[in-house]
């Protein structure tokens, strides 16, 4: 679909601020992706009308919520007789074949780097989901969801009722790490 930062975030940089509390890069990158997560699936005629539109409407410097944006999609669609974004059918992500294909995308520099710091099993994920390997932009939002679920599996409790599927996932990426280290060393 469209392309949200080129055509709706970068535009309205320049007249709104982000919140306070974006204090690095790493800040910044995780309250992009909220909003690349949200309108994802915008077309770009939507996705900069509705920039436009919030752009000279919108009297409060603080960038729009979401939720705004989102809404700000929808009125363009409404008062303009664009074509609002298909419905999409939810995809089998764990067919086999998007498996292997996920599995041989993982085979490479940026598999072995995510195999050394941990989140290996998120870029199979991705690579899954959108065919293809994460860039940097998208690797960094990767690598950085994959830490947070990695420090909310270690406080969970000894016995919990999630233990057999940590066991199962601490094997996936037991698997997976061997397949990287194979191919590419």
Known sequence: MGNVIKNFIDPLRSSFL?????????????????YVNHLKGQTDAVLIAASDHI???????????PAECLQACRDCVAAFGMTPPPKLKKPDYWTPELIELANKLC????????AEEGWLLGMHDFC??????????EAGQVA????????????????SIL??????????????A????????
């Open 18 to 34: 982000f919140p306070r509390h974006i204090k690095d890069s790493r800040d910044e990158e995780q309250f992009i992706s909220t």
């Open 144 to 159: 950085a969801q994959s830490a947070a679920l990695n420090a909310d599996i270690k406080l969970l409790p000894k016995g």
């Open 55 to 65: 752009a000279k409407t919108r009297t409060v410097r603080t960038f729009p919520l």
């Open 178 to 185: 061997k397949l990287v280290k194979e191919a590419v060393g």
């Open 128 to 137: 899954r989901q959108y065919r293809r390997v994460p860039d940097w932009h």
């Open 163 to 176: 233990a057999p599927l940590v066991k199962a996932r601490k094997e996936r990426y037991r698997k997976l």
């Open 107 to 114: 085979c490479c520099k940026l598999g072995k780097e995510a």
